[in-house]
């Protein structure tokens, strides 16, 4: 099943931010850091404590965010408040991502790969809207 949810991006204050919002809103908040997954060891050591992954559901409100870790792109308003898309199958999220990537800024466009953790991608659409892909990998687990 694929799911929509709204995607935050943080400049290093993600566990902060969340942790705050879990005050306003209450519900159940998981923190995932960069140190605690497979990923720890490709990325910088000064990522480690970075959170990758940060979920808070609070009845029908759900959101998910991240520290920002892009190598070469910067945070700025605009660019930090995205459109989460995940779960389902590759063959799904890729016609998807391919439908949303008519017209997109390819500068800003990280086609949908297998990582460690399920297929990834992001691209800015031809309207400046950000668009996060996780889901199943393409070849298998």
Not at 42 to 47: D, I, K, L, N, T
Not at 79 to 99: H, P, Q, T, W
């Amino acid at each position: 099943m694929i799911n929509l949810t709204p995607f935050l991006l943080f400049d290093g204050d993600c566990a902060e931010a969340m942790t705050f919002y879990q005050t306003c809103l209450g519900g159940e908040l998981t923190l995932m850091k960069v140190s605690d997954t497979s990923m720890k060891d490709q990325v910088p050591p000064e990522h480690a404590q970075k959170i990758i992954n940060a979920h808070l559901i609070s009845g029908d409100i759900e959101f998910t965010a991240t520290d920002w870790m892009h190598p070469t792109r910067a945070p700025r308003q605009g660019n930090m408040v995205c459109m989460y898309i995940n779960g389902g199958r590759y063959s799904e999220l890729r016609a998807i991502f391919d439908k949303l990537s008519a017209g997109a800024d390819q500068a800003l466009l990280d086609d949908l790969r297998d990582l460690p953790f399920g297929s990834y991608g992001h691209l800015a659409d031809k309207y400046g809207v950000h668009w996060f892909f996780q889901g199943e990998k393409k070849h298998g687990v």
